[in-house]
């Protein structure tokens, strides 16, 4: 089995470790705080021995140096990482990532940023999406296109259903209040609402989610819906989408 530890990081972060008990290999799934991250494999026991980023952005591949300073874990990133880390192996869709006897499989996911990847583990039935997609979200499109964007949105819609995904933010709330703006008539979307606010009232977290649950709720990856379509406007569902993403980002 591969073990996932997830802890918060920086302001709402989320931090992920995965081991492989049979190698004791760890990874870092990005490095939003090096030395949290450190604190975090040390209470595990672990020893994290690679690191594997999804994008440039700092709180994602910041805490690369202090990781690799004190471990000497390999870093495998896409090109864009070079931006303001040193990389050991560079990755892109396709791709395939061994962490003992798991093995992940590079997708793009750009449109947050250029050269954005998602890691995709079909053994764990897990997904680390990074910024791309968001529970009731997605990524602010930074550097890419809609087209781009929503090609990628569409890589992560054709996963199994029942796939895990693990985002890095806990936005979920806040989506969720523009995801009911957006597709006010859908009531798996209003039960998800509903369930968000009485986990955050406890403070719980809302990540993981599932992409199952996404695909009925999340507006960002329903831009290809007949209804969200007629409401949002477009011919294509890129279009759609791009109309979405800019209301979001004025809302
Ligand atoms: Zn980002």
Redesign the pocket.
Known sequence: MLEIHQFPCLSDNYGFLIYDPVSGETAAIDTPDGKEYLRQAETKGWTITQIWNT?W?P??AGGNADIVAATGAKVIAPQEVEKISSIDRVVAHGDAVALGSFTAEVIDVSG??NGHIAYYIPQAGVAFV??SVFALGC?RMFEGEPKQFWDSLARIKALPPETTLYCAHEYTQSNAKFALHADPDNAALQDYAAEIDAKRAKGEWTVPTQLARELATNPFLRADNDDMQARWGGNAPHETFAALRAAKDNF
Request: charged share 20%; glycine share 22%.
């Open positions: 994008h952005h709180d994602h947050h940023t990074g910024d990524g």
